[in-house]
């Protein structure tokens, strides 16, 4: 007898925390029959379908999320019929609401495991494991098709407590199953907030793990130099000791191998743990931070506790530090946002520079405020998941639309971090971020290429042919910062179009074996710390030698870049002498 819990991860270098907790909180000696199996969307759904049949489980579970849930609809349906005397439970927030309507529409379905999940599936696992001994009317938070009745015949049994996170044992043993993939980890549960449009929301049972559990569950990842570890606790500093003990200990245990993923309220943020971030080394951690929207009365209309200029302080400050990646969130067809008020939240946003801007658009889950007054705000949105926004009372279709092209054309050319110089030159002489991306989208979608898929060089010549058409920036500085942008990121085989061949001395400093080019410009470009350039470079007089270091690369995987004195050099060949 065995049963099978199975994730169907967005990607591969996701790994679902779920999962493991679930495996783990089952007591031995029925742990060892507990098995896992994890496979990603961008698999065939035949190719899992077969694999799990070969797996032959005696209880088939899924975890289901928004980006999951046809898959496993499909799956779980096509396997009801090959082995129909499996039962076949799911599990997760796709799941947890409105379970009637999800038994009605997935007749593969035996049973749902309902919110926190631990405990009600250590139950379930002795009752099959033991041979069915027992009630499963029993099990707190679950529900179930009852085998003696009609399909319309639902148990649902009486919520769970829930538990205290500090008997949550820990889920990780063989840490080779996460070999380059992301490994999550909670050291809270719950939400204080309680923001309309998230289903962190409805559990205000907020708790948290007992800081030396903690601690010794980070040594373990520290120790084992996992590459990622993102913690998924839904505001992490809203308890500030509880945070800066954590901080404090990565920190002090700090081996330079391993980086810590935080989601944070910037505008909780103390001077004290403003002024111990800004000491942290450079890429310990990395902060998301959710504005959603600069729009006052839509922050009020969702129910959102947030002070924007506290918000963009704080973040300025860390950016200005240099030393963390910071990656801001916002939302597209929240309630009192329409189009021109959206593109002030984008601008006000984007004018930080931050290290990535996330533009995504509300989805419509069941179970959250937002679901409940669908009506209210004129809510039309995908029937099928992730139940995104395709119109409100304030945003039309077509204005979504035109929001799309600016997402695809922000993500290439900004949250890439390929064009990090030309994109700050831009930013120059284009004070509207918003319709800068938007005419660049449009650009694309009049000539045929959003549909295709593109080089790093071709992205630089379209980017160049738009700018160039526009007309209010040279194009040698453009052809220039563009060809700074590509050797910033690697050092090409190839060069673009518009390059000419290095000298001779130059191409000697890139022989084989030498992590390092060597480039001539006529410009000074915007340094690192130069985040908001209000004029652009003029043409220098004579060349600078910029020496590109792929050995050492920054936050952004961008290599190391330094002018050189050409006078150095009085032969034809640099020697590896004079590179270092």
Known sequence: MNILLTAINAKYIHSNLAVYSLRAFVPEPF?????????????????????????????LCFS??????????????????????????????????????????????????????????????????????????????????????TDTGICRTAPGTPLDFSSVMFCYENMGAFRHRIVYYESSRGCPFGCSYCLSSVDKKLRFRDISLVKEEISFFLEREIPQVKFVDRTFNCNHAHAMAIWRFLKEKDTGKTNFHFEIAADLL?????????????????????????????????????????VFAAVTR??????????LDLIAGLPLEGYARF??????????WPTQLQLGFLKVLKGSYMYERRQEYGLVYRE???????????????????????????????????????????????PD?????????????????????????????????FLVQDGRMPRELLEESLLFDLYYRENMKSRPYWAQSPPKFLKAAGKKGRQVHIEPFHYHFPQKGERNITSLPERLSREVYVLFEYGERDLLHQAKASELDIERFSGCIIGKADLY
């Open 31 to 59: 742990r060892s029959s507990v098995r896992i199996a994890e496979y990603t969307i961008n698999h065939r759904s035949e190719y899992i379908l077969q694999e799990l049949y070969k797996k032959a489980p005696d209880v």
């Open 64 to 149: 289901c999320y928004i980006w999951n849930y046809s898959y496993v609809r499909e799956i779980a349906a096509e396997y009801h019929k090959l082995r129909p005397q499996t039962p076949i439970w799911v599990g997760g927030p796709e799941v947890s609401f409105e379970t009637m309507q999800m038994f009605q529409e997935n007749p593969a379905f035996f049973g749902v495991l309902i919110g926190e999940g631990e405990a009600s599936f250590a139950r379930l696992a002795e009752y099959y494991l033991s041979g069915k001994k027992g009630d499963l009317s029993a099990i707190p938070g679950i529900a179930f098709r009852q085998e003696n009745e």
């Open 270 to 310: 103390t001077e004290e743990e403003l002024v111990f971030l800004e000491g942290l080394r450079p890429g310990l951690i990395q902060l998301e931070i959710g504005v959603q929207s600069t729009n006052p009365q839509t922050i009020e209309k969702i129910r959102r506790t947030m002070d924007v200029k506290k």
């Open 318 to 327: 860390l950016l200005d530090a240099g030393n963390i990646h910071i990656h």
């Open 343 to 352: 593109q002030q939240s984008f601008n006000e946003v984007y004018a930080i």
């Open 384 to 430: 099928n998941p992730p139940y995104e926004v395709l119109e409100t009372n304030w945003l039309s279709y077509d204005e979504i639309l035109k929001i799309k092209l600016v997402e695809e054309m922000l993500e290439v050319y900004y949250n890439s971090g390929q064009f990090e110089v030309t994109a700050k030159l831009i930013g120059a002489v284009y």
């Open 433 to 465: 971020a918003f319709g800068f991306f938007l005419a660049l989208g449009q650009f694309y979608e009049k000539n045929g290429y959003l549909d295709k898929n593109h080089s790093r060089i071709r992205r630089c010549e379209l980017l160049l042919d």
